[in-house]
């Protein structure tokens, strides 16, 4: 067994901690709060720089230290064991959910139509607008929130006895076996697929003329300024994601389709399903946090409701697409090549079918 994660994720905590010690002593540099280009919506907006980079570095090196006695530490007490995991996982929270506003998630979104629109000069943005210093630091706060929560978790599989690298002990059955993984996965994977759809719909009657939602002054200001069409991209990512939302209890999930040519009946690895899927469940929840977190959104409700409303179910969505994606993982899972439990599981075994059925 070894505490690489958790030398890992001290490395980064000790680097963003030390960084946050130079905006304190500099006064300069902090992403957030007022003076920032953080967004409207950042639920750190109104601290002050001052403040605010003090509180990082109290924060994150304390964590760094943790992380270290955790990497050095195979037995420790009860108390010790919850404290030191409820700090780290409380920290890796933070950096997930509180640090990133809405603006990763909308990125993630208009990536396409920014990729496949920047030969022509459309959208019409400002790129230095952004990818901001702000931005940045978003995308380093989620790096290092995976990195602190991968670490905590292998921590305490080892801690509680079972295998740091797949989780499993010698117990049999339990919510995480194959079985039960299918069951509570599939409710789960439904409700992640529908919220997605209900925003998008909002966003597709928009561009057809219909103010669902909306005064009509206020869906001709769109139209004229371009910004429905947006939405209405916003609206095929959204319904895209559902689609292959579905797959994870799909059998095209496992085995890519006739439809794919020169991968047709081979195995979809776990991770270009998991990797996708717990991205966007965490950008959702931290848009999420940002929208409550925004005194206007409150304000929209009461006059835009059927605009914000969907918004109002993405917490739903980034819990439920979570879970279908850990019940995907422990579904699909293999053998552990570490410990050697667990056999091989069903979906492997449908798709190794699968392959023979293609070839």
């Known amino acids: 067994m070894t505490a690489a994660a958790q030398k890992l994720a001290a490395g980064w905590a000790a680097l963003y901690g030390t960084v946050a010690l130079l905006w304190t002593v500099t006064g300069s540099g902090f992403p957030y709060g007022p003076g920032s280009d953080a967004s409207d919506t950042s639920p750190l ?5 001052d403040v605010g980079s003090a509180l990082f570095a109290c924060v994150l090196l304390p964590a760094a230290v943790a992380l270290l006695v955790m990497s050095g530490t195979a037995r420790p007490p009860r108390a010790a064991r919850f404290i030191l995991l409820t700090y780290v996982l409380l920290v890796a929270a933070g950096l997930l959910v509180v640090l990133p506003d809405m603006r990763l998630l909308a990125l993630a979104g208009y990536a396409p139509m920014l990729i496949l629109g920047a030969p022509f000069g459309w959208p019409p943005v400002d790129y230095s607008e952004v990818f901001t210093w702000t931005l940045a630091n978003q995308v380093f706060a989620v790096l290092g929130g995976v990195l602190l929560a991968r670490a905590a978790l292998r921590w305490q599989f080892r801690t509680a006895g079972a295998c740091e690298d797949c989780g499993r002990d010698d117990r049999r059955g339990g919510w995480t076996s ?3 993984a299918e069951r509570w996965g599939r409710p789960a994977t439904f ?3 529908a919220v997605p759809v209900l925003y998008a719909l909002t966003r ?3 561009a057809l003329g219909i103010p669902l939602g909306l005064s009509s002054d206020g869906l001709d200001d769109l139209r004229d300024s371009g910004a429905v069409w947006a939405g209405t991209g916003l609206g095929a990512f959204a319904v895209a994601g559902a689609v292959l ?12 389709g006739r439809w794919m040519p020169g991968l047709a009946g081979r195995r979809v690895p776990i991770r270009l399903a998991t990797v996708p899927a717990t991205t966007v469940a965490i950008l959702v929840m931290s848009a999420s946090v940002a929208f409550y977190a925004d005194p206007v959104f409150y304000d929209k409700l009461g006059t835009d409701t059927m605009a914000v409303a969907p918004m109002m179910t993405w917490p739903v969505w980034a819990v439920a697409l979570g879970a279908a994606t850990l019940a995907y993982a422990l579904r699909r899972r293999p053998a552990c090549r570490v410990c050697g439990r667990g056999a091989t599981g069903a979906g492997d075994a449908a798709a190794r079918q699968g392959s023979v059925v293609a070839g």
Do not use: I
């Not at 907006?45 to 720089?49: C, L, M, Y």
């Not at 994870?248 to 496992?254: D, F, I, K, N, T």
């Open 245 to 256: 939302t579905l797959g994870l209890v799909q059998r095209w999930g496992e085995v890519f």
């Open 191 to 193: 409700v992640a697929a």
């Open 204 to 206: 597709f009657a928009w």
């Open 178 to 180: 194959q079985e039960s």
């Open 45 to 49: 907006r109104a601290v002050p720089a």
